[in-house]
């Protein structure tokens, strides 16, 4: 581990989604036509996984917001 932290290779769990990803999910969610679960399976993730992606675009919109209100 010390030599792989020491040579960069030490980076942690890879996203299971891309941010691209992360939109679509959450748009198709906000359009009413899925439920959580279905788009959990439909993206082949856990229900948790969907909901966490729900939560960034929320805040990364509020920080939008306030950025464009600054």
Known sequence: MKVAKAKGHLHGK???LT?????HL???L????YSTAEVADLFGVG???VYRAIDRQ???AQ???DSAAS
């Open 14 to 16: 890879h996203p299971k």
């Open 19 to 23: 941010r691209r990803q992360e939109a």
């Open 26 to 28: 959450v748009s198709l």
């Open 30 to 33: 906000h359009s009413g036509e």
């Open 47 to 49: 229900r948790s996984t």
């Open 58 to 60: 929320r805040i990364e």
């Open 63 to 65: 920080a939008h917001l």
